[in-house]
């Protein structure tokens, strides 16, 4: 088979040894790589419909993979008023203001992307809104995307005047003394009151929105990522996008499993297995154990100093490890988010008991795992639980002297071992990394400079959270490439460049080893390759 893509000058770098490869030039075919060699030998093999492109020196890494992101949710939930850049109360006012003059009488007004930092300590609730929220039925989703601000016109198109009770243990309508809703709505079940009443677009327009983030995804070099949702019409818009040729990612897709889903529910999942097409496939089943530090709705061995994060998100924690067995002894790789201690040591304890009771050998994950206490560590490795972390959450929404909101929550001792990155990769756990995009950014070099610097990305001369937990360059390399592959059973044709392998590369400017942490995001992505085949291409080539 001739070679439909020939990169010649390259310098194709190793995540295992951190090494340059002595070749210098690869071919591909299938969607493989096909041959390794210098520039002449390599070059012999092309004809005329193979795309030769001289990289001029360029770095070739394996394809850099999110190993945690949700691309159709994503897509929709980042369109309308950005609130990520705001500081303070005021800025939001403000915005909010400035996008109120645009919208037309009646219409929704929906923004994103909100840092509880900008309320300094005061209750998250949509009472320093009110005059400029007057009659206008607005949705503020907070930046974890786990809770959201819903203005007085919005709870009363929705019908909410008072608590509620919810399967999710940790779902809840926020309510003052009197029993008035104070605006904030904690967990999807609470979100999804006000949600399903708001304006939706359209189907096509949904699509669009995915394929359009899905092709600046690919543009910042991204080759795959682990979708960790297949909520509404993703998996349908995957298809779409594939069989038209338009999908430009390569996606692992697992399917939430709740709170009260019953034995017909994960039988439908454990079947759900395996579906998909030629770029993407259902594989694993994703779980929450708790919600997050932020919104005081995450799992912690002891309260927060609000008195709060004291419950799981299943209302009974034994149902939750009754699920993973089942999963386990169906083969079914699970992903569970688990962001406080509590959280993190009872997951642990379900897939230790799962592989006391047999069955295959299946790679669990752990997702988040903000804070945790040191006898919890060395069990990833013992249990050969991967651990998946966002680096940049804790360079973006937290601060070194903890005085941000996630880490006074916390108090000291817990916010001094927050993502914990250097003593899980230490402790011999598979460490994968992710931006858990639309939370935080998706481009990966800014996501492997987090993992090394742990500065805030708005102005990188303020002081690190826990530097001593930071990553070396090597190291965050492979949490995009050999250890992803890895976590989703794939090391034998993913994660590095090798005959025989996927031909999914990313092309970059520079030596990721070499260039300052700081520096990285800024590093020109020249040419993303899937499959055999360029999905993003600089002009420059």
Not at 67 to 87: F, K, Q, R, V, Y
Not at 346 to 365: N, T
């Amino acid at each position: 088979m001739r070679p439909s893509l020939i990169l010649l000058s390259a310098r194709l770098l190793d995540p295992v040894t951190g090494r340059f490869l002595p070749q210098t030039a690869l071919a591909a075919a299938g969607g493989r790589v096909t041959a390794l060699g210098d520039d002449p030998t390599v070059r012999v093999l092309a004809d005329a419909s193979t795309t030769v492109i001289d990289l001029k020196g360029a770095v070739v890494t394996p394809g850099l993979v999110d190993g945690h992101l949700h691309p159709a949710s994503g897509a929709e939930l980042t369109h309308g008023l950005d609130l990520s850049g705001c500081t303070d109360v005021e800025q939001v006012r403000e915005a909010l203001a400035r996008a109120v003059r645009d919208l037309d009488r009646g219409a929704w007004l929906h923004g994103w992307g909100l840092d509880p930092n900008v309320f300094a300590g005061h209750p998250v609730e949509t009472a320093p809104f009110d005059t400029v929220l007057d009659g206008v039925p607005a949705i503020l989703l907070l930046f974890d995307a786990h809770s959201m601000l819903a203005s007085r016109r919005a709870l009363e198109l929705a019908g909410i005047d008072g608590p509620r009770t919810f399967d999710q243990a940790t779902a809840e309508v926020v309510c003052d003394a009197a029993g008035r809703p104070t605006g904030l709505l904690l967990e999807d079940a609470a979100c999804e009151l006000v949600e399903r009443i708001a304006p939706r677009p359209t189907r096509e327009e949904r699509r669009e929105r995915l394929a359009t983030a899905l092709r600046a995804m690919a543009a910042a070099g991204l080759t795959g990522g682990h979708a960790m949702d297949a909520n509404g019409d993703s998996l349908a818009f995957y298809a779409e996008l594939d069989a038209a040729g338009r999908l430009p990612l390569r996606l692992r897709v697992a399917p939430w499993c709740q709170p009260g889903t019953g034995a017909d529910g994960v039988r439908a999942l454990i079947e759900q297995q395996g579906t998909g097409g030629r770029l993407w496939r259902t594989a694993g089943v994703k779980l929450f154990m708790d919600g997050t530090i932020d919104n005081g709705t995450a799992w912690l061995e002891r309260p927060d100093c609000h008195g709060e994060s004291r419950h799981a998100f299943w209302p009974d924690p034994e149902e939750y490890t009754r699920v993973i067995g089942e999963l386990h002894r169906a083969g079914v790789p699970t992903a569970t988010h688990a962001i406080g201690d509590a959280a993190v040591r009872h997951a642990l304890d379900a897939v230790e008991k799962a592989r006391a009771g047999g069955g295959p050998e299946v790679r669990h994950r752990i997702e988040h795992i903000e804070t945790v206490p040191d006898d919890t560590l060395s069990r990833f490795s013992r249990l050969g639980v991967t651990a998946s972390m966002q680096p940049t959450h804790c360079c973006d929404f937290t601060r070194a002297d903890h005085t941000d909101n996630w880490s006074r929550r916390l108090g000291e001792e817990r916010a001094s071992r927050a993502w914990r990155c250097r003593d899980l990769y230490d402790s011999g756990a598979v460490v994968v990394l992710g931006s858990d995009w639309p939370i935080a950014p998706y481009p990966p070099l800014g996501v492997m400079a987090g993992a090394r610097h742990r500065r805030p990305t708005r102005d990188l001369t303020r002081a690190p959270h826990g530097p001593e937990q930071a990553l070396t360059a090597l190291e965050a390399l492979q949490g995009m490439t050999v250890n992803a592959a890895h976590a989703a059973g794939e090391e034998h044709e993913a994660g590095r460049i090798a005959v025989g392998h996927r031909a999914d590369l990313t092309v970059l400017a520079a030596d990721p080893l070499t260039t300052a942490a700081t520096e990285l995001p800024d590093v020109p992505v020249l040419l993303t390759v899937l499959d055999g085949r360029p999905t993003h291409r600089d002009a420059s080539l």
